[in-house]
């Protein structure tokens, strides 16, 4: 006998991360979920952001270090809010669930926030599969990855809605051809917004500062 | 490699819905659809559900799992499309411009029960 069930295994998930998006929506706070992998400059890209723009945009950050609070520490000049969680066993180590960003989000003064930025465990695979009630996902990937990495993790790049191509000062120095990369992004993704950054010079942040600002007033209105 | 905690859930919501259709300990076989664009394996998926159901009311079903093409309808013509792979584009007119409507399901779809041998 065979008996017709139809229920999603991760609606639990689910629910919880919609949840998320009501309690910040009724904030007025947009949510950025910043994924990539280990070391592709998430956390001097919030740097960068911040120095240009921390006293605009009112920032606070959501650190998802499985196992240090570096990355906490290295934004704490900016006097922004920051809650570091540490992924619990339901998530395992390698990515944020809703669960956790909830408790993140009752410790953070979101009356006083215009925009959280998470920053998810550095891994291009778990974090793109998690919906933690974000409103955009943004793929921080380094030019020193190679030009093959859309093609290896087309969910991340179907899930965000912009690309940040760091360490482009690096450029030099590598055989890395940025325009077959651009074209990888594309055929998985030609909607994304993309912007060539170097997190180090300062290259391209900017760009990237004003979307940013973009998304918060659209947000507004 | 997160698909530990994923089986773990389903494991769990397979007991609660055995025991409300009072079919626990009958259960032969699971059919779940995993869309192609998520990230999990279905070997991975199959070994921990192994793993999670020794010893359990749920030792002797077995889990199959059946891959949902990344489908949807292109934007711009109205086409109809399956994506076999990269790029995500139109087969019909080229477009990117695509509303991807399956590929990332993760769905009990339904259970297989072993009959009493009494009706
Ligand atoms: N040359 C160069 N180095 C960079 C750039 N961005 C980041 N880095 C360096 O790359 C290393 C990793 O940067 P992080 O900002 O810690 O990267 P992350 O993505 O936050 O790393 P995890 O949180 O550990 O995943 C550091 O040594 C940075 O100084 C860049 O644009 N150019
Ligand atoms: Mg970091
Ligand atoms: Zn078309």
């Known amino acids: ?5 139809v229920k ?9 991360a919609d949840e998320n998006q009501q309690l910040l929506a009724g904030k007025g706070v947009y949510a950025f979920n910043l994924i990539g992998s280990p070391g592709s400059g998430k956390t001097l890209l919030l740097e960068r952001t911040f120095e240009a723009a921390a006293a605009e945009i009112k920032p606070g950050v959501i650190e998802g270090d499985i196992a240090t609070t ?29 669960n956790l960003i909830r408790a993140a989000l ?16 550095g891994n291009l695979v778990c974090p793109a599969e998690f919906y933690v009630g974000e409103n955009e996902k943004v793929v921080v990937l380094s030019v020193a990855e190679g030009e093959d990495k859309p093609l290896k993790y087309p969910l991340a790049f179907r899930e965000a809605k912009a690309v940040i191509i760091n360490k482009v000062d690096l450029l030099p120095h590598l055989d890395l051809d940025l325009d077959v990369l651009k074209r990888n992004v594309a055929a998985v993704n030609a909607g ?30 | 490699m997160h698909e530990l905690p994923v089986v773990h859930s389903l494991v769990e919501q397979l007991r609660a819905e055995a025991e409300r259709l009072g079919v626990d300990g009958k259960v032969a076989v699971v059919h779940l659809k995993l869309g192609a664009l998520t990230t999990f394996v279905p070997e991975a998926m199959t070994f921990y559900f192994e793993v999670l159901t020794k010893g359990t009311d749920l030792e002797s079903a077995r889990l199959d799992v059946e891959e949902v093409p990344v489908a949807g309808t292109c934007r711009r013509c109205g086409e109809a499309i399956t994506l076999e792979g990269l790029p995500f584009v139109c087969a019909a007119c080229g477009s990117p411009d695509l509303e991807i409507t399956s590929g990332r399901e993760l769905v009990i779809d339904s259970l297989e029960v072993k009959d009493d041998g009494a009706g």
Request: some cysteine.
């Open chain 1, 70 to 98: 570096a990355d906490a520490e290295r934004l704490q000049r900016f006097g922004v809010p920051i809650v570091q969680i540490n992924t619990g066993p339901f998530g395992g180590d390698c990515h944020l669930a809703p």
């Open chain 1, 1 to 5: 006998m065979e008996i017709k069930i």
């Open chain 1, 8 to 16: 999603k295994v991760l609606e639990a998930y689910e629910k919880l």
């Open chain 1, 106 to 121: 009752e410790d953070l003064p979101l009356d006083e926030l215009s925009v959280v930025f998470v920053e998810n465990v």
């Open chain 1, 192 to 221: 994304l917004d993309v912007f060539e950054v170097s997190a180090k010079t300062g290259t391209g942040v900017a760009a990237w500062v004003d979307y940013v600002k973009g998304r918060l007033a659209a947000g507004r209105n």
